[in-house]
């Protein structure tokens, strides 16, 4: 099948598949009332053979092109449908327990997310460990053949509505080896949610407290001590789905446009910042679509520039609906008001610009530390 028939296919199947009423295109974290009818629509993927289209075959995948997966992106944000539940449980734990967990692990945790029967979160940030994670504190205490989890997480996206998360705790004092990776049951006891509001009024985000929480050995992914190399593989992961999401960037650029063009305030200077933009968007996608094509390791500075450049695209995207929307831009309710607001966030998130920028600093262009 050609690209432009899987596309034909795909837009043909939006159209037609039945949605549920409370179904928008809410992006890559649904707040705890989205969770019911996005996981209604995962379902009606899963069923249709399009849910974790990039997962290999035996998986339950399709062993999708980059293509392919850039194509299904486009359509979902065109028809303004989420592409799946949630990125943290198709995009970043199931492709990690795949390659670290064991086979009970594989068999336990993958069906579910794959049908969207469980929603995952990444329990990773903390107060003092954002972009600098190997600064954890989060203690992770052996306890016979059983952990114990004392510490706080903060910024879990769908912490309040998600069954399981992906921990990394400290259990050495060695700043990279003493860091070990779980998967928690997010209902066990001594396990405390607290929803953080945003400036938009959304709560995607949320603090996490672990008091006493025990959690059985098999919950270790991977190795004892090993648990960076789960990070770097997970952060990896997540940097790999930035491109796909560029394709959203058009849709949302042609709002910009529009609204633009009903203030009345397109003028040749805001045309010919709306024309860069949209350069800048296509070349996020041919560095994200080459540097997947070349089969790059997920730890490569390559997937930090996706992170830099898809961070700063998302920002400058908000800048440009404040000029679009004029005096709009303070009435609540516009939706590239929720654009504006949350566009300065992308570059925090996900590990900021600045720390970005110091590793191609360090590792693509050899400056001193």
């Known amino acids: 099948m050609t690209a432009e028939e899987f596309r034909t296919q795909v837009r043909d199947w939006l159209a037609s598949a039945p949605k549920p009423e409370e179904l928008y295109d809410y992006g890559g974290t649904p707040q705890l009332t989205d969770v019911p009818a996005g996981r209604q629509w995962h379902r009606t993927l899963y069923e249709a053979g399009y849910a974790c289209l990039h997962w290999p075959a035996e998986h339950g995948g399709r062993d999708a092109s980059v293509a392919e997966q850039a194509i299904f992106a486009e359509e979902a944000a065109r028809a303004g449908v989420p592409r799946q539940l949630n990125i943290v449980g198709p995009d970043l734990a199931g492709p990690v327990i795949m390659r670290h967990g064991t086979e009970a692990q594989r068999r336990r945790y993958l069906p579910p997310i794959l049908r969207g029967d469980h929603l995952w979160c990444q329990l990773f940030s903390e107060p003092d460990a954002g972009s600098d994670l190997a600064s954890l504190r989060t203690r992770a205490r052996a306890d016979v053949d059983d952990w114990i989890i ?8 769908a912490a309040g509505s998600a ?7 400290r259990t050495g004092e060695d700043r990279y080896l ?3 990776a779980f998967v928690v049951d997010m209902t066990l006891p001594g396990i405390a949610v607290r929803p953080l509001r945003q400036l938009d009024g959304e ?14 050995g098999d ?8 648990g960076w190399r789960v990070t770097t593989a997970t952060l990896g992961q997540e940097r790999l789905s930035l491109g796909a999401q560029a394709v959203g960037m058009f849709e949302a650029l042609r709002e910009v446009a529009t609204a633009a063009r009903e203030h009345g305030l397109l003028d040749p200077v805001l045309e010919d910042t709306i024309t860069a933009l949209w350069s800048r968007i296509w070349l996020l996608r041919a560095t994200w679509l080459r540097a997947v094509g070349a089969d790059t390791e997920l730890s490569s500075s390559a997937f930090s520039v996706l992170k830099l450049v898809s961070s700063e695209v998302y920002r400058d995207l908000g800048d440009l609906a404040t000029s679009a929307l004029g005096t709009d831009a303070l009435a609540a309710g516009h939706p590239l008001v929720h654009r504006m607001l949350v566009g300065r966030a992308q570059t925090i998130l996900g590990g900021t610009s600045e720390i970005q920028r110091n590793i191609l600093a360090e590792r693509v262009l050899g400056l001193p530390r």
């Open 150 to 157: 004392d510490g706080q997480k903060v910024w879990t996206s």
């Open 163 to 169: 069954d399981y998360g992906l921990l990394i705790a």
């Open 178 to 180: 003493g860091i070990t």
């Open 203 to 216: 709560s995607k985000f949320s603090e996490v407290f672990f008091d006493k929480v025990r959690l059985a």
């Open 219 to 226: 919950s270790v992914l991977g190795e004892v001590g090993q």
